[in-house]
């Protein structure tokens, strides 16, 4: 089994963990182990871990650790020395598994082909029970990359790198994970097209699991993460038909991940007082395809039952992919489909459907 560390909002592992408690082959080892997050084994595939919704992102565990010292040399040493202290095959592992999913151009970790990496290392810190640590996140990142590159070689790279190790300090413990979910590939092929993007940092919300949700498209300040809404919409034990309204919707997350989440099957009502808010929420919601694959055979069901059975017609415009299955198969005693064609408007891609109601009585 591979092991995971799922990051989620401090306070909301008890729904990450019922989520996980859904998923198969799943074993928890530990919701406590540190804060922010849960630890779990999987033999389940990537595309499977990649469907957690309450999870901020998935890393490959590298070990936990405690006894970081509160003075400035003696920490930057432990942490420097933590890299010798972890058994780097299984996690490496994972993460080939990983970018072979996402079909990025994998790397096979070997000792063959070990000097083609590069990496960086992000820092996390906080002092919740003692007072503030004498060195700061950047060296303790630069710490620890030191010990990776004496012990692999690889060279650092802070803009495209190939991996990311990430520390987590609170207090006298550290959490070390390898990210699984990350833009550093992406930013190679960007940068190598425009080199005015050189300077540019990988963008945080682009190295997350929920970036991978569709509607996430457009932000404003303090712009709530889906997996926090999906926690929420837990914690308010949302069902299919329930009426979700967020009267302060900012980007309009909640409405939104709720919409995703059952698959249109939600009533969801946005507002806001600042007009950027409603710019924002509107573009996010244009386009909602999972909302019309469910509307869509509701859809035709009206249409049946509105038109003059023998001679009403009706011409449907729509982008929904089970449009035609809902005419021609499931509403075939009622609808004749006279044409079909796809159309185009300006990079819009639709389909029309002329049909005419049979004469076919409906049973009440």
């Not at 540190?34 to 309450?54: C, D, H, M, Q």
């Not at 509160?70 to 432990?78: I, P, Q, R, S, T």
């Not at 004498?134 to 303790?140: G, K, L, Q, V």
């Not at 991940?257 to 009502?269: Q, R, S, T, Y």
Request: proline share 4%; with cysteine.
């Amino acid at each position: 089994m591979a092991c995971y560390w799922a990051s989620c909002a401090s306070g909301l592992q008890p729904q990450l963990v019922s989520e996980l408690e859904k998923l198969e082959n799943v074993y928890l080892v530990s919701d406590t182990l540190f804060l922010g997050g849960v630890l779990f084994s999987t033999s389940s595939a990537p595309v499977e871990v990649l469907k957690l919704r309450s999870a901020d992102n998935i890393y490959a565990f590298l070990g936990h650790f405690q006894g970081i010292l509160h003075e400035k040399d003696g920490a930057l040493l432990y942490i420097k020395g933590l890299p010798e202290k972890i058994d780097w095959g299984p996690p490496l592992n994972l993460f080939s598994q990983w970018q072979a999913f996402i079909k990025e151009d994998s790397i096979f970790l070997d000792n063959k082909n070990n000097d083609l990496m590069s990496f960086r290392v992000s820092c996390d810190r906080s002092c919740l029970k003692m007072k503030k640590h004498e060195f700061t996140s950047m060296e303790a990142a630069a710490a620890l990359g030191e010990g990776v590159q004496k012990l692999f070689g690889w060279p650092a790279d802070m803009r495209c790198y190939d991996l990311e190790v990430v520390i987590w300090i609170q207090d006298s413990e550290t959490l070390l994970a390898l990210s699984l979910v990350h833009c550093g590939k992406q930013r190679k092929k960007e940068i190598s097209i425009s080199s005015s993007l050189a300077r540019q940092r990988p963008r945080h919300a682009d190295s997350q699991l929920y970036s991978w949700r569709q509607y996430r498209k457009v932000l404003v300040e303090t712009s709530l993460k889906p997996s926090t809404a999906y926690g929420l919409l837990q914690l308010g034990q949302v069902l299919p038909g329930d009426l979700v309204v967020d009267p302060m919707c900012g980007c309009g997350t909640i409405p939104l991940e709720a919409a995703d989440w059952f698959g249109g099957k939600a009533m969801c009502l946005a507002g806001d007082l600042a007009s950027k808010a409603i710019d924002a929420t509107h573009k996010n919601a244009e386009g909602s395809s999972r909302t019309r694959e469910w509307l869509c055979p509701s859809v035709v069901k009206e249409v049946v039952r509105v038109l003059r059975p023998g001679t009403g017609i009706a011409v449907l415009m729509a982008q929904s992919k089970s449009m035609k299955h809902e005419v021609a198969i499931c509403q075939k005693a009622f609808l004749e489909l006279l044409q079909h064609f796809p159309i185009e408007m300006a990079g819009l891609r639709a389909e029309v459907f002329v049909i005419k109601r049979t004469m076919e009585p409906v049973s009440q």
